[in-house]
Every structure is written in structure tokens, then in C-alpha cells.
């Protein structure tokens, strides 16, 4: 059986490790070359857990740090620091040398892997030969023109390298805000920093990112750069005759953090595989479609840094992991909306 992979990002990576391991034979066909791998930025973050969907150990020279401790403010305002937060149980990473590994471990298990080469709706034909194509490529230039993308969505995120703060190499920043957030992210002797959120507009974004500069006297060492992530949850199908979807071109990212490589990981262990839906749809599914959900609803509240300052550190962990079920959150919520 031969399959088409179209994205060399985690997703696409994970596809082709575990298919050509599986015994298919895979070519992967990746738009950039492969020093600008990943081209895209990210904050780099993973919980521990992610590593679970890969071969890797958590000892390899891709982990930068170890993060322990969340430091959250609300808009400039400190609020707590929580230790042993689960979901800081995590690492950030050197994401250009997580895919080389990735790469690697695809390419020994017979994986063929093509940079340079974008690939549009115009070479489909040529693709004929193949008789699996699963769109990894981030946005489904592929499958977004065969299955229903009316619920996927978008929004803005800008991310930089900085150096010179004094937060610790164990502890990550996050920065709440009404209708998104922003995060430093000690990484190395760098900081990965950044701000994303829904209807922000790019020059607003800018100094939200210039405030937390500022305030953690950071010196940028790059320039921002800007890009989006998906957060309308999974799209509906991701199987269409040949074609399938997988990762964040299937909307595969946890819509209250922006956290996608877990999931995209996670997708490539099951796309090539017959009961693909099936398996997502009872496992991953829900809880993407859940963090949607409280996303839509966590909009519409006023106030919201009261909220956080009054949230449990369970809850403000169930929140970012998507991890709870909707019925608790919701009259955590109906009794702060009753009680204000
Ligand atoms: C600023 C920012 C910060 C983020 N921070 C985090 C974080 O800290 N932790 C986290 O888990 N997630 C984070 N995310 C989300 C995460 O980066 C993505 O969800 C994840 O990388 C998705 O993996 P993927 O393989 O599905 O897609 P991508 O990583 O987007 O990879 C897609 C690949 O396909 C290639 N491609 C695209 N079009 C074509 C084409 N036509 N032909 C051939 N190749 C093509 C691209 O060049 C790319 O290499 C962040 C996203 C952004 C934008």
C-alpha cells in the first residue's frame, strides 16, 4: 500500500514513522527545504505526556527545559504561581531539533521524504499513484477543497526569541488576557514569547507583546513574527475516498491553549489506519470539541480576570488541558455569573 504524505510538521512526521513501521511504503512531500524546518513559529511547549506518542525517552538533546512551576498574571498583574501544575509537567523544546529527530526516525524505517516541493490541488492527478493521501500540511491544502472545513477557524498569534529576564529555567509565564493570552517561555538561554488571541488585530497583539516585554525587561533577539493557529476544534470527517486529514489541517489543536503537536502527534499514530474516524472520534474527539465549546462560552464572560483569580489551580489545570467534564465547569461558571 503506498501513501502520499503532504506536511514534514509533527503530524506529517508522525505519519510517515509510523506507517513505513507499519510497513507501508510512505513519501512525504514537505513545501520547504529542510533548513527551514519548521518553518512556522511555536511556542514550543509540550506537556511530558506528548513524548508518550513517540519513541523518544524525554533524555534527548531536542528538551531545552524542564518546566515545573506557572507563574499566571491577569493582564499585568501577578496572581499566583502554582507548583506541580500538571500541565506543566512539560518540557520546551528545540522544535527544529525535534522534527530532525522525527525525520531521522521516519527516514530509518524507510520513509521517503521530499523537500522543496509544495504541493497544490493541481498535482492530484500525479498523486494518482498513490493509494492513501493524508494531508498533514497544517491548513488541508488538499483536503479543505473535499471535506466540510465550515467550522474551522483561525486567529492570530505573534512569536519572538528574547533574552535578559530573570524568570527561572523551571517556571513558564502565562499572561492572561479578556479574549486570548500571552506567554514567556524560558527555553535554553533564550525566552520564547508570544501573544495570541480571537479578534485581536495584529497591531494590538504587537503591544500586548511590547507590554510583556517590558515588564520582564526582555530584550528581543529576532523579529515577531506572525502566523495563526486553529481554534474552531476538529472538523467533522477526515476521510473522503483516498484523501484523509490529520493534525492541525484537521483542526487537531486544543482550542483554549493553541496546544497542537500532542494531538497532531497523537493523529499520526491512527490516520493510515481503517478504523481512523473511529478511534478519534472516541478518543480525541471529545475533548477538542469540549475545549471548543468552553471557548465559545469563556468569550462571552465579562470580567474574566475575577475568574481566574478566584479558579481553583484544579480547575485552571482541567481548563488548559481540556481535561473535565462540561457539567462541572459550567456550574463553576453559572455560580460565578450568579454571585457577581
Ligand atoms: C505562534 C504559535 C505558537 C504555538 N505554540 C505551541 C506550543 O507551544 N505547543 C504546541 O503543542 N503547539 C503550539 N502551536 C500549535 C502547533 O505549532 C501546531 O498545532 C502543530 O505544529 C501542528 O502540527 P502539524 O504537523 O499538523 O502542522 P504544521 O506544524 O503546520 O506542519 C505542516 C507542514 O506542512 C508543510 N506544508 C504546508 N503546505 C504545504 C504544501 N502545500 N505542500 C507541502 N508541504 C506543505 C509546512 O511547511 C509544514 O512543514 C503553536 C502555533 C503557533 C502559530
Redesign the pocket.
Given at each position: 500500500m503506498k501513501i502520499a504524505v503532504?506536511?514534514?510538521?509533527?503530524?506529517?512526521l508522525s505519519t510517515a514513522y509510523n506507517a513505513s513501521k507499519d510497513g507501508f511504503d510512505v513519501v512525504l512531500?514537505?513545501?520547504?527545504l529542510l533548513e527551514k524546518?519548521?518553518?512556522?513559529?511555536?511556542?514550543?511547549?509540550?506537556p511530558k505526556g506528548a513524548l508518550y506518542y513517540t519513541p523518544f525517552k524525554g533524555d534527548e538533546d531536542f528538551i531545552l527545559n524542564r518546566i515545573k512551576q506557572v507563574r499566571f498574571y491577569w493582564e499585568g498583574e501577578f496572581i499566583r504561581e502554582i507548583k506541580n501544575f500538571p500541565l506543566a509537567e512539560g518540557f520546551i523544546i528545540d522544535k527544529k531539533k525535534f522534527l530532525r529527530s522525527l525525520i531521522e526516525l521516519a527516514e530509518s524505517e524507510g520513509a521517503k521524504i521530499i523537500f522543496g516541493?509544495?504541493?497544490?490541488i493541481r498535482d492530484l492527478p500525479n498523486l494518482e499513484r498513490f493509494d492513501m493521501i493524508i494531508d498533514?500540511?497544517?491548513?488541508g491544502?488538499i483536503a479543505q477543497h473535499f471535506l466540510d472545513y465550515k467550522n474551522y477557524r483561525r486567529i492570530p498569534?505573534l512569536?519572538a526569541y528574547a533574552k535578559g529576564s530573570d524568570i527561572p529555567e523551571d517556571t513558564i509565564v502565562f499572561w492572561g488576557l479578556a479574549r486570548g493570552y500571552a506567554w514567556v517561555f524560558p527555553r535554553g538561554d533564550l525566552y520564547n514569547i508570544?501573544v495570541?488571541g480571537v479578534n485581536y488585530s495584529p497591531q494590538e497583539l504587537r503591544r500586548i507583546l511590547e507590554e510583556l516585554i517590558s515588564h520582564f525587561n526582555l530584550k528581543l533577539v529576532t523579529n515577531i513574527r506572525g502566523?495563526?493557529?486553529s481554534v474552531g476544534g476538529p472538523i467533522k470527517r477526515l476521510v473522503t475516498n483516498r484523501i484523509r486529514v490529520?493534525?492541525?489541517?484537521a483542526g487537531?489543536?486544543m482550542p483554549l491553549t493553541?496546544?497542537?503537536?500532542?494531538y497532531?502527534l497523537i493523529g499520526g499514530q491512527i490516520v493510515y489506519k481503517d478504523d481512523y474516524e473511529e478511534i478519534f472520534n472516541k478518543t480525541i474527539r471529545k475533548k477538542l470539541e469540549r475545549g471548543a465549546f468552553l471557548l465559545k462560552i469563556v468569550l462571552k464572560i465579562p470580567n474574566k480576570g475575577r475568574l481566574a483569580r478566584k479558579a481553583s489551580d484544579e480547575l485552571l489545570y482541567r481548563f488548559f488541558e481540556g481535561d473535565f467534564r462540561l457539567t462541572d465547569v459550567l456550574k463553576v461558571l453559572a455560580k460565578y455569573i450568579s454571585i457577581k
Open positions: 503532504i506536511g514534514a510538521g509533527p503530524a506529517g512531500y514537505e513545501a520547504d524546518v519548521p518553518s512556522k513559529p511555536c511556542g514550543e511547549a509540550i516541493k509544495r504541493i497544490t498533514a500540511s497544517g491548513i491544502v498569534v512569536q508570544g495570541g502566523s495563526s493557529v490529520v493534525g492541525e489541517a487537531m489543536v493553541g496546544e497542537g503537536i500532542r497532531a
